[in-house]
């Protein structure tokens, strides 16, 4: 691992933390609501987020270069509406998204090129993120104020839920 690429990565541990203890603050906000199948979905969604985290730790020691566990800022806590949630979210992902493509720049122009193929698959990944957040947030626009249909839909989709689709 090239040296410049190190503060980068242990800035991106970071977020990757505080992405994890965000979507359980989005998860709690839908489980005080009643609605446990987003609920369970921002939770899962954490356990993703803590997973990226470890797998740039796991990188960083393989390539002899110390991460820094770090603390997390402030977390949002109230959200207005479903809707209102959803869409933090998926800011939340675009920013993600961006911060992975700065990696993946500093990666080429470093000629580092185990960090650069690292990062492939976090770049396929945010694509799957990104999109997982619109669909969700379109779902629940289009279900008005029935969330219910909402819930139905997330059963019913686990893939968007970020597990893979049962095998039929």
């Known amino acids: 691992m090239k040296p410049k690429m190190i503060f980068p990565f242990n800035d991106q541990i970071k977020s990757e933390f505080t992405a994890s203890a965000q979507y359980i603050a989005i998860a709690v906000y839908f489980d005080d609501m009643g609605l446990v199948e ?3 979905f921002f939770y899962h969604q954490s356990d993703e987020e803590r997973m990226h985290a470890m797998k740039f730790i796991r990188f960083m020691l393989d390539s002899d270069a110390k991460p820094d566990i770090p603390g997390i ?4 806590n109230d959200f207005g509406s479903p809707a209102d949630a959803v869409q933090f979210a998926l800011d939340q992902e675009r920013k993600v998204t961006e911060q992975i493509d700065n990696l993946v720049t500093l990666a080429i122009n470093e000629g580092d090129h185990a960090s650069h193929s690292f990062l492939q698959w976090f770049v396929t990944e945010q694509v799957e993120e990104v999109a997982t957040m619109i669909i969700l947030l379109q779902t629940i626009k289009l279900a ?5 249909l909402v819930e139905d839909y997330v059963r019913r989709n686990p ?3 970020g597990e893979a689709p049962a095998a039929t």
Do not use: M
């Open 73 to 76: 800022p402030d977390l949002r």
């Open 38 to 40: 987003l609920a369970n």
């Open 144 to 148: 008005g104020n029935n969330l219910l």
């Open 159 to 161: 893939q968007h839920a």
